[in-house]
C-alpha cells in the first residue's frame, strides 16, 4: 500500500523567507503527483501536478520537483509572504489506478 | 476552469436521519470521489466512480453508499445518521486520460446531533 508522509508537519517562518515542504511515498510505480493548498474550512485547490515523466513544476513562485526513484517530491515556496499561510498538502496517484494518496499535510504560518 | 459545486456548504442533522449530500462537476470527468477529512486522520476514501452507475468502495465505506445517476452528479448517502459521521465532506472530480489532475470542491461541514 502507497503511504505518503509529509514533514514537517507544521512551520513558522518570518515573511520573505524561501522555504521548502517535503513529500515522500514508497511506492514508485506513481501515475503523477499533486501538490494543494487548503485554507481553513475550505476545500482543496490545486497549486501543481507533475506527471511521472516529469522532474519539476513552476507557477510564478511556486516551484515542485518529482524525484521517482527516492520516493521524494519537494515544494519550494519563494519570498513567502502572509497570504501564502495555509496547509499544503502532497497527494500521488498510483499507475494505472484511480486512486489517489494523501499526505496529512504541512501546516504554514507566515509571520509579517 | 473546472468547476466542482457541493449542494451545501454547512448541514446540521440529527441520529437517524438519512443525509444526502450532493457533488455537481462540470467537466464531462469520468472520475469522481467522496472523502471525508478529520483533524488528525487526514482525508479518507469513503468511495469513488469510474463511470455512471460504477462505484468502487474507499477506505471507509461503512455506513454510506453512493449514487451516480449521471456523469455530472454524484451523491454520498447516509442511510441513518451517526454522531461519528459529524466531519468535513469533500467531493472530488478527475479525468481519466491526460494529466489526471484532481479538482475539489468547496466541502461540507456536516453536523450530527
Known amino acids: 500500500k502507497q503511504e505518503v508522509t509529509q514533514i514537517p508537519a507544521a512551520l513558522s517562518v518570518p515573511e520573505g523567507e524561501n522555504l521548502v515542504l517535503n513529500c515522500s511515498f514508497t511506492?514508485?510505480?506513481?501515475?503523477?503527483l499533486q501538490w494543494f493548498r487548503q485554507d481553513p474550512g475550505k476545500g482543496l485547490t490545486s497549486l501543481l501536478l507533475i506527471q511521472s515523466s516529469q522532474r519539476e513544476q513552476t507557477s510564478g513562485r511556486l516551484n515542485a520537483s518529482l524525484d521517482k526513484s527516492s520516493g521524494r517530491s519537494t515544494l519550494y515556496i519563494a519570498a513567502s509572504q502572509p497570504g501564502d499561510s495555509a496547509t499544503y498538502l502532497c497527494?500521488?496517484?498510483?499507475?494505472?489506478?484511480?486512486?489517489?494518496?494523501f499526505g496529512s499535510g504541512t501546516k504554514l504560518n507566515v509571520k509579517p | 476552469d473546472v468547476k466542482v459545486t457541493q449542494s451545501s456548504r454547512y448541514l446540521v442533522k440529527r441520529t437517524g436521519e438519512k443525509v444526502f449530500l450532493e457533488c455537481v462537476q462540470d467537466?464531462?470527468?469520468?472520475?469522481m470521489f467522496w472523502y471525508r477529512q478529520d483533524p488528525g486522520l487526514g482525508l479518507r476514501l469513503i468511495y469513488f466512480?469510474?463511470?455512471?452507475?460504477?462505484?468502487e468502495k474507499g477506505d471507509i465505506p461503512e455506513g454510506y453508499s453512493v449514487s451516480r445517476e449521471k456523469k455530472e452528479r454524484f451523491s454520498l448517502i447516509l442511510e441513518s445518521a451517526s454522531t461519528n459521521q459529524t466531519s468535513m465532506y469533500l467531493c472530488a472530480s478527475g479525468g481519466l486520460a491526460g494529466a489526471g489532475e484532481q479538482y475539489f470542491g468547496p466541502g461540507t461541514r456536516l453536523t450530527v446531533t
Open positions: 511506492d514508485s510505480a506513481i501515475y503523477n
Open positions: 466512480s469510474y463511470d455512471v452507475k460504477m462505484k
Open positions: 467537466m464531462d470527468h469520468e472520475n
Open positions: 497527494a500521488v496517484r498510483r499507475y494505472n489506478f484511480n486512486k489517489f494518496y
